[in-house]
């Protein structure tokens, strides 16, 4: 994007962003989570891979990307010291209220790039849902998640992949190699099924039978997965986190790309 | 279960209750929704579906069933007459309050029955978790939902299963059929793809690939699908509406028998 | 009425609803609770006299009716196991979610019928009378309850009647007899003046003199009240049922009747 | 009560409050309303009840009363200048924080002394239930209200009384008489019957017969009682008020005694 | 004012305050606390320092008030008994619904007197600021408290002023002189340096130097002020009370002068 | 710190702050706000403050920082594109959520950075205080803000500040060069003493008389300021930015190192 200083909303001025505003209407903004990723994940790895993600499909694609939000919704993980969770109903909170803002003053196609696989959903799709329903009818809001969005690309890794997982250790290892614990890195694996019950979905990047879920808490995780870590991830590499993370922002330039040609009744409101 | 009169809590008295609570301590929530279903089903359908799912389980496996929820969280319907949605924070505070009660006097395993096909797990998972972290660590608390549960069974259907469709209908078709108008089933469906991107997740029962979600609201719906059904139904029929129930039955037959006998971490608080 | 192939808003699908619309506007919705009533009445007893008033009323003048909601505000129950009570803030906004999606589509009378006595009101008419000034001037919303519409037939009992009284057990008795563990009734009832103050309300369907409200809570009412019942329902028949069932029946139809050919200020909005 | 210098408790300081403690643990707190009254009524005529009521019996019996609250649950007076309304969950709220703050040194027996007749009640009920069950089971909690008080005397009226009728209009007469626009007393009734059904409880401190509530709002009350008196107040007058005053001042302090040496279960939570 | 019977809005009917509208559009909120303010104050300090400044500058510039707010934001007097202390949300809740009513018939321009120095800040100004953001643009919200209105006069008092410190209790001392135990006034102050830093806020009338805050609760503050005195209170007296207040009033009156004349951009909505 | 490869705790393990909790316990939390500052300042600054100065003096005092929170309260920014602002509400929310999760594992002394000068105050005090009182008593809780802690050095400013200042401009420009745009500094201010009264607080980090508040919002704001800039920023300059940053950061060290040594009362819970 020649026509900007930065991808980066904050770096921006308000008059810049008035200008963009006069011929694009597409932003995204990066939901990540602070929780413990194991002894060789760093605490931000989920903030980083949306922002990550984010950054690099707004390079390509030419659109701008709001500052990210750190906190996300990871009760499970707060026995392990560094972990900063928001309550469901607070996430949801910040959600609209982000949205509604950018919404304001003329953004109409609103992409949440969640990097906290699966977790941030309910109070994220809560947030998008009940907006678009109740109060912004002429906005389109999107919602991205690299569990979904990476179908394609997840046979690369050759374990299952949980929290802590090969794919999401490689994905930051790639693009911040400094901050993960490479010599921490583990081929334990947490068998989930004696604990979670056979109908565990057990591979959160993979397939999966008839599924019923369990909660855990915190201090059953603790309990049953003490260094953090409930996946092998000894087979991450940064060269599959660089196929990973271009097969994600590959498909959410296409994406935005069919966003910006879009004529469909959504957001029409 | 020879000795309870009624599977149905609300038939008993608190007597029986508590001589149940002697020996067992599993209990059922169902949940559905009141929301169209195209102009062949009921708008209770996913109330039935989760009451007949939950009914015949309990009598199969001998635990005690609460009284349904009527009422689920279904914006995207609320154009068509009939429906009634509770906004997604008032579901959350029903099933909370429901699940705080029945633990407050020794139920210790509590499986909500989701008949709602996916719409109403945001809302169910912002509960479920939430009290087991924060309120509840000595309950171990389920989530059931067709869209998961009968993942093994799907392959019995010959059309895109979306809203109003085929393995949905035929499943009311069995249990109640009275309330299917089976001269308004429709071998049309919605093409998604046009409205909600090539990454819309087309087949809740089936396979998809890279999915991104876009949220549409009741307006939009009504546009796009103005008998309110997305899916062909035409091949719809009672009896595989039997074979799909029969099958979650046993599944969740299954998953109560192994609760039963759990000895493991979660909810011993 | 002829046109429609239920009374109960479940079992029809919306275009049902949508033909209704076209020349009716009015619909009951059902509340009760799910609250222990001693040894001889079922969890239910509230909700199935909501659900038989409405439905028979319904019957009689025509009218649609809601899936029930069986919860209730019941918090001084819930020391008996299979007491399932909303915080009052829950059923205040299951009722007002439920009223606004019927408003949202034509319906301009709604009636909440509340089988709970009295104890539900508090949130009820919260719900209703903020409803009605803040968000719907233009639907009329009114609220029935047998403590105040079976005034003129309460003679016809003969004992003191508070909770799992004479008239609410006869009147499940008369309509679910299975229902009504009649080896149960008691004759015994509790003298509330020392516990609760001379100035205590002793009958719930009778005359009462001056009186000042002390509350409960469920562990003080487990212990002055051990078996659930407050009151003599030795005198309970289904006789006597079907007389204040009939009565109250009557009642609602006539005050139907009274509503569809309303033209009063009310709901003009 | 020679000991206190004054029975209001913002006139004394906390060491005051603090010898009071060391031998009693009774309090009211007077919850009044700031809404029209009609042409002869003051704004805060609910207020100077709840204040009047409360000080002279706390004088009798010597208690310590709370400084009032003016504002109270009055929706359907705002189209009239001067109303100042809560929210019903703004009202349930100030009740919680100011018994919770009494409760927490000492308070073990707390009246809430309701002015505003009946209106009040749905938030003062969910406040004071819901605190004795969920947070405070070992404080005693009343309400107090002239419209179940003040059945025994209600005899004393000519006129029906509902809205700024002869008696609440007289109770203010008596005690505050410059605050009463006796040129402006009507003789004017406003015929609830065609507005609000043959089913209206018609006369607030009278016998009533078949009750159900029709909701209006306060576009609606303007409309049918423009000058926002509802009650012939012609025959009201300061010696009524004297009666009707005296009556219910009685009654409380026979409460307060009674409450004073109980030893019920209520409250030993 | 001539015109009117009180400057009390609560003693007047619902006409005089239409009357008043007529020609004015100014109303002043009066906003204190019960809490502790030593062995000299009584705990109604706050709330007669706001009702005061309140009424003499309304009989001075002619304008309405409205009936007081007891109770603040005080949860750090909360361990002295007779505090009585709203949540903040609470307190936000109360002042928007109470300017939102005032808003409706016709005040355009009105002025939340805060008496209590400081604390309750945060809650008037949540309110404040998103009613006009939000929902008032058309009206003009002040806020006033002494601790920021009284900076040209603090010079008069002879020690550092923090709770119940010299300036408040000469105040009261001045208005209402039976209400100050001049018996109990103390020499003593509390050196909070040591307690909250060298950077504590710790003259509230006064200078400050760079400031950083830490919030005590009241445990701690029983702890370190156990007769709940921060303040040589000995140099208090009524003359300077009189000073202080006539400060104010005098300075309330000019805004209230300049805000009679106003023609700027504010409120104009 | 030799000890911690960062001082940010989102490039950490949680293993590295289970090390740095073994024998420290003090963390800082940024917060800002993403807000239109005039046409030469990033929409980021105020989290750019709150990033810098807990960065620069974490680095200095050895302790660590959570993620920055980069939304803050900024309702009358709205109607500039690009302003992103929380309702007070979910501010409270977050700084609730993270202060909590930050004591579960050990955190006992928090400081809160706020870089959004003031205007964060209410929300920030509301839950710090909050917090402190009712659910963490053991957790010593600060909130710093430069508007209080460069009082000392506010006096090398030639221009009167307020919102896009000369001070705040340096501040950034000494710390991120590239984000300002010296090119559109200005020499303009908005005399605010006609729009918000003579007792406006001008200064933001200057002297001010005695002050009333008048709330404006984003509307107003547009027409008083239509470039976003309230102050003369002509003098601005990353030399006057250094001074004012290395003061504050000394001033947070000072602070830092007396909470490390402290053994006073607050917090000790």
Request: glycine share 8%; proline share 6%; with cysteine.
């Amino acid at each position: 994007m020649a026509r900007l200083r930065s991808i980066w909303l904050q770096e921006l001025t308000w008059e810049d962003v008035a200008d963009y505003l006069r011929t694009d209407d597409i932003v995204m903004f990066p939901v990540g989570s602070t929780e413990q990723h194991g002894p060789a994940g760093p605490l931000g790895l989920d903030s980083y891979a949306a922002i990550a993600l984010a950054e690099d499909a707004a390079e390509k694609a030419g659109v701008l990307v709001t500052p990210p939000l750190w906190f996300g919704d990871s009760p499970h993980h707060l026995d392990f010291p560094g972990t900063i969770s928001l309550r469901t109903e607070t996430l949801v909170a910040v959600a609209k209220d982000v949205i509604r803002c950018l919404a304001r003053k003329g953004f109409k196609k609103i992409i949440t790039v969640n990097g906290h696989k699966g977790t941030n959903i309910a109070a994220l799709t809560t947030a998008c849902r009940s907006l678009h329903q109740y109060e912004l009818p002429a906005v389109l809001i999107a919602l991205v998640d690299p569990m979904y969005l990476a179908k394609g690309i997840a046979h690369i890794k050759e374990a299952v992949e949980h929290h802590a997982g090969e794919l999401e250790i490689s994905h930051v290892w790639h693009k911040y190699p400094h901050l993960i614990r490479s010599d921490k890195l583990t081929s334990e694996h947490v068998g989930l099924e004696p604990i979670l019950s056979p109908f565990v979905h057990r591979d959160l990047l993979g397939k999966s039978g008839d599924t019923i879920e369990i909660f855990w808490n915190s201090a059953e995780q603790k309990g049953f997965a003490p260094d953090g870590s409930f996946s092998n991830s000894s087979k991450a590499s940064p060269e599959k986190g660089q196929k990973y993370h271009e097969y994600m922002v590959e498909k959410l330039v296409e994406f935005i790309d069919w966003l910006r040609k879009y004529e469909g009744p959504i957001g029409r409101g």
